[in-house]
């Protein structure tokens, strides 16, 4: 289910850093820019004339060899994935990456300077509020050659859990995990990338890593290290001496975490299924993972959101009890029958309600409104949204019977099918924005199963009783 919850996020001003592409070895300019409400997050690439953005979405992925990387056809960006974690890990919704070159910085081998960069810009709310995904059922996706299996399933947070497995006693069985991205910053940002012994001399020998450095990958030694391959990292390196550690890595480099590596590897997976371009609620569970198989999964997440949204309203239950009947609502908002339009609440949460309504032969319109013929008045159908997302908006407030809900506004209304006697209307009003001094702006939309009845915009305001 595809959710509005909270503000959107960008920052305040430019941030700046610079670094060398890991693969290229090309001297970058990476600009953090604040960008508009519903922009998502964009690369741009400043050394390109004319169109030169492009959007961090599943659809760009050309390649995930070490890394992932994005081409609309016309430029590619390298290694996208660390910079994409840190804007995940810090929720921003809306910024501009832009770079003056074709690969993202390596830095250190992890988030941790665009987290700083991030935070220099300041991050700040916007007037617009968030679609979430919430998946209300298991999703997953496993690679029958590789073992590696990604699933998510229901939960209010976003959760990770990483599990690898190399085959290597080097390196072992190595978990982490984190139960909310507030603790991405502190417990994950700062994992390093990292590479075998025979990964760094293959690659050396096909022209890659031209921007590697000890100090921003972790090099396990998963095999001995002959004398003549010794001198060739050493040169490749510029280092006079290179050894192996006790603990199987390759020259000086101290681990920050036992477990740096499956941290990494979640980080990762933090920064591939940003490319969704949705942020999602659940919990992942992630064994051996890598980019071509978080690509795939977070290709799997997209095609349910895709179907979530032809389908706009859940499964309802209506045999189920209602979370609200009529007493309970008129507790909340001061109409009364005949014009208490909502007999129940089916749904409520902070940006969104459903509402029905059981259209009676009895209704006081039958008798006038087509005679022989009745149908609902459109008119009718927009107070009965109206009125629910009276429910959603006073349901916020500890004395709601103190205030009244006045409308402002009303747009884009379209009434698609007719209401007939005997059918079972349901609304959907969910915020389009932020509560702001007391004016609500909604979209609400009618239906009677599947088919959409009639939908619109609206604008309300909260007034206190006693100011009237």
């Known amino acids: 289910m595809i959710r509005r919850t909270v503000p959107q996020k960008t920052i305040s001003t430019e941030s700046i850093l610079t670094g060398v592409g890991l693969h290229t070895g090309e001297n970058v300019k990476l600009t953090f820019k604040p960008a508009p409400s519903n922009t998502g997050l964009v690369f741009i690439r400043e050394d390109i004339s004319g169109e030169n953005t492009i959007e961090a979405h599943i659809k760009y992925i050309s390649n995930t060899d070490r890394g992932t990387n994005l081409d609309n056809g016309l430029f590619r960006i390298h290694t996208s994935e660390h910079v994409l974690a ?6 921003i919704d809306n910024c501009y990456i832009s770079l003056d070159g074709p690969e993202v910085p390596i830095m250190d081998g992890s988030s941790k300077f665009f987290i700083e960069a991030i935070e220099e810009a300041k991050i700040i709310e916007q007037n617009a509020l968030r679609e979430e995904f919430f998946p209300s059922e298991k999703i997953s996706y496993k690679c029958e050659e590789t073992g590696s299996v990604l699933s998510i399933i229901p939960d209010e947070t976003y959760k990770i859990e990483t ?11 190595q978990t982490a995990s984190i139960d909310s991205m507030n603790e991405f910053k502190n417990e994950i940002s700062a994992a390093r990338t990292f590479s075998f012994l025979h990964e760094l001399e293959s690659l050396l020998e096909n022209g890659l890593i031209k921007g590697g450095d000890l100090n921003n990958a972790i090099v396990y030694v998963d095999k001995p290290l002959a004398n003549s391959n010794m001198d ?10 290179i050894s192996v550690k006790p603990n199987g890595i390759l020259d000086n480099l101290s681990l920050h975490y ?3 590596a499956a941290r990494h590897k979640l980080l990762d997976v933090i920064g591939d299924l940003a490319l969704i371009g949705m942020k999602i609620r659940g919990k992942v569970t992630a064994e051996k993972p890598g980019h071509s198989i978080n690509a795939k999964f977070a290709q799997k997440i997209s095609e349910v959101i895709k179907a979530d949204r032809k389908n706009i309203l859940p499964k309802l239950d209506f045999d189920k009890k209602p979370l609200m009947d009529s007493n309970h609502i008129m507790n909340i908002i001061p109409h009364r029958p005949p014009f208490l339009l909502i007999d129940e609440v089916l749904e409520i949460s902070e940006s969104h309600v459903i509402g029905l309504r059981r259209v009676e032969e009895s209704e006081s ?24 997302g009276g429910v959603l908006v006073l349901n916020t407030v500890p004395d709601p019977e103190n205030y009244l809900t006045f409308f402002m506004k009303m747009d884009k209304c379209k009434f ?3 209401v007939v006697p005997g059918d079972i209307l349901i609304c959907k009003l969910e915020l389009i924005s932020p ?5 609500i702006h909604m979209k609400g939309q009618t239906f009677v199963g599947d088919e959409i009845k009639s939908e619109g915009e609206f604008m309300a305001k909260i007034i206190k009783k006693d100011t009237l």
């Open 86 to 91: 840190a804007l995940t890990g810090l929720d």
């Open 163 to 173: 599990k690898i497995d190399f085959n290597t006693k080097v390196l072992g069985t």
């Open 232 to 241: 060739r990292l050493k040169k490749a390196f510029n280092k006079d001496s």
């Open 258 to 260: 036992p477990n740096e």
């Open 365 to 388: 319109w039958v008798k006038g409104h087509f005679p022989g013929a009745p149908v609902m008045p459109g008119v009718l159908q927009i107070e009965f949204m109206a009125q629910a």
């Open 416 to 418: 698609k099918n007719t």
């Open 435 to 439: 509560i702001r001094r007391g004016i």
